[in-house]
Every structure is written in structure tokens, then in C-alpha cells.
Antibody, heavy 126, light 107 residues
Framework: EVQLVQSGAEVKKPGESLKISCKGS????????IGWVRQMPGKGLEWMGIIQPGDSDTRYSPSFQGQVTMSADKSISTAYLQWSSLKASDTAMYYC???????????????????WGKGTTVTVSS | SSELTQDPAVSVALGQTVRITCQGDSLRTSYASWYQQKPGQAPVLVIY???NRPSGIPDRFSGSSSGNTASLTITGAQAEDEADYYC??????????FGGGTKLTVL
């Protein structure tokens, strides 16, 4: 079974650091990019960025560039999302998802996220 | 602000057909993908590409596209289809972006 298993809920104080994880199984982990998605309480989905676990190439949304760091350890099929200094506004659910490609006649036409983790709740409060 | 625009809320009578739309310039050159999210659950992919359903997604879900608008159509909506629906595509910087989401109510 193809799945992404995320680490458990976290409760942190402002200024603390945090690293959450996303472990893939049931497929070739380095064959797909892994994306991260934020959902703040009561709000919509926000695309944060993606990482290619094979070479750790990363692409960040401008909104999240410099705010978080994505990394991966291909030897254990795990991607990470980390913060060096949390803020209360980082309180949210964070999802990882596998990114697949849609091709027609040799043309890459779109991306889609076909496998999702169950999410990691991050609460930042003093 | 999102570069993909969705109506915040849509309602449909049980068994009727509903169309949820997503507008954005990137949709002229890229297909949207659609995600269903029920309360307390992770999003689930329901449509990708021109009109493709992952295994396990009922065939009452379909997708289409015209110009700068992508649509998700549910033909014969069921009570279990009540959820938030999000489109996703590329934005102007060749990154990816979600629409603001549409809350579907089945009456």
C-alpha cells in the first residue's frame, strides 16, 4: 500500500525549533517529489513548497521562503519540514503529499497530489 | 491572495447536479486538479488532468476545462459529497497554488 505517514502532534512555545516528518512507503520514494501544505485553523489549503528526495532539490512558495526549511533523507524514505524559531502564527495543520505528473503526448501539462499524509498538528502557544 | 478563484459556498439538492468552478489565468495552459476535504480529514484527490479519477472515486465526479475556468461536476450529488473542494494549478511563477476552496452543502 502506498502511504505517507506523518509524525505526531506537537505543542511548542514561541521561539522554539521544530522538525516534523513524513515517511513514504509502498513506492520508490525518490521517484516523486514530496509537497508540503499548510492549513491554518478554519482556513484553506496553502501550497508551501516541494522537495525531490533523491537530490534534495527544493522549491518554495514565496510566502514560505525563509520561514521554513524542507529536507529529506532518502535512506529512510523520509521528508522533513522544520522551523528554527516558531511563531504563534505557525499554528496549523501541516500535510505532506506525493506529487505526480500528468503528461499527454510527451507534454507535461500539470501536477497533482495523489497520496496524502494524515497531517501533523502544530500548536505554538506561550 | 490566491491566483485561483473559487466561489466560497455552493449548495445542491440531494441527487441533483452541481458544478464547482475555479478561475485563473494558469488554467489556460495547465489542467487543474481537485481535492475533497471533509471535516477533520486530510484532502483526497478526486480529479486530475483532463478528466481523470483516481481509483475509488465514484464516476459521478467529473472534470472539465474551458479557457481560464476549470470545473468539477458532481452528477447526482450524495449526502457524503458534502465537503470542502479545492482546485490546484500552477501560478504565474510556475509554482503551484490552491484555490480558496468551495464549501459544498447537500440539501
Amino acid at each position: 500500500e502506498v502511504q505517507l505517514v506523518q509524525s505526531g502532534a506537537e505543542v511548542k512555545k514561541p521561539g522554539e525549533s521544530l522538525k516534523i516528518s513524513c515517511k513514504g512507503s509502498g513506492y520508490s520514494f525518490t521517484s516523486y517529489w514530496i509537497g508540503w501544505v499548510r492549513q491554518m485553523p478554519g482556513k484553506g489549503l496553502e501550497w508551501m513548497g516541494i522537495i525531490q528526495p533523491g537530490d534534495s532539490d527544493t522549491r518554495y512558495s514565496p510566502s514560505f521562503q525563509g520561514q521554513v526549511t524542507m529536507s529529506a533523507d532518502k535512506s529512510i524514505s523520509t521528508a522533513y519540514l522544520q522551523w528554527s524559531s516558531l511563531k504563534a502564527s505557525d499554528t496549523a495543520m501541516y500535510y505532506c503529499a506525493r506529487r505526480s505528473e500528468y503528461w499527454i503526448d510527451g507534454n507535461l501539462l500539470s501536477y497533482y497530489m495523489d497520496v496524502w499524509g494524515k497531517g501533523t498538528t502544530v500548536t505554538v502557544s506561550s | 491572495s490566491s491566483e485561483l478563484t473559487q466561489d466560497p459556498a455552493v449548495s445542491v439538492a440531494l441527487g441533483q447536479t452541481v458544478r464547482i468552478t475555479c478561475q485563473g489565468d494558469s488554467l489556460r495552459t495547465s489542467y487543474a486538479s481537485w481535492y475533497q476535504q471533509k471535516p477533520g480529514q486530510a484532502p483526497v484527490l478526486v480529479i486530475y488532468g483532463k478528466n481523470n479519477r483516481p481509483s475509488g472515486i465514484p464516476d459521478r465526479f467529473s472534470g472539465s476545462s474551458s479557457g481560464n475556468t476549470a470545473s468539477l461536476t458532481i452528477t447526482g450529488a450524495q449526502a457524503e459529497d458534502e465537503a470542502d473542494y479545492y482546485c490546484k494549478s500552477r501560478d504565474s511563477s510556475v509554482q503551484e497554488v490552491f484555490g480558496g476552496g468551495t464549501k459544498l452543502t447537500v440539501l
